[in-house]
Nanobody, 116 residues
Framework: VQLVESGGGLVQAGGSLRLSCAAS????????MGWYRQGEGKQREYVTR???????NYSDSVNGRFTISKDNAVSTVYLQMNELRPEDTAVYFC???????????WGQGTQVTVSS
């Protein structure tokens, strides 16, 4: 599975961004996909995921502000980020795995910077 993220950038606090993660190389409809992020000097932290059946889960820090969705027709998962805060500044990594496997696939990451 190959993952390519896009959509990062610089935004002011309170603004919005949408990240995309395009997957190739496998059956997208059977993947659980999601996002982690890593701020400078911090550990990578879980953000959100969406299962093959469309069930979603969010970390407390983004719940109510971020929305994950997917389009099986174009093998892409999206992360709509609203009400962005400076503490959301991080490199955002897309990940994917099949529910029956412990192998995790990662994208290269995309930088999100929120200015105050």
């Amino acid at each position: 599975v190959q993952l390519v993220e896009s959509g990062g950038g610089l935004v002011q606090a309170g603004g919005s961004l949408r990240l995309s993660c395009a997957a190739s190389g496998s059956d997208f409809s059977r993947l659980t996909m999601g996002w982690y992020r890593q701020g400078e000097g911090k550990q990578r932290e879980y953000v959100t995921r969406i299962t093959a059946t469309g069930r979603t889960n969010y970390s407390d820090s983004v719940n109510g502000r971020f929305t994950i969705s997917k389009d099986n027709a174009v093998s892409t998962v999206y992360l709509q980020m609203n009400e962005l805060r400076p503490e959301d500044t991080a490199v955002y990594f897309c990940y994917a795995h099949f529910y029956w496997s412990s192998s995790i696939y990662w994208g290269q990451g995309t930088q999100v910077t929120v200015s105050s």
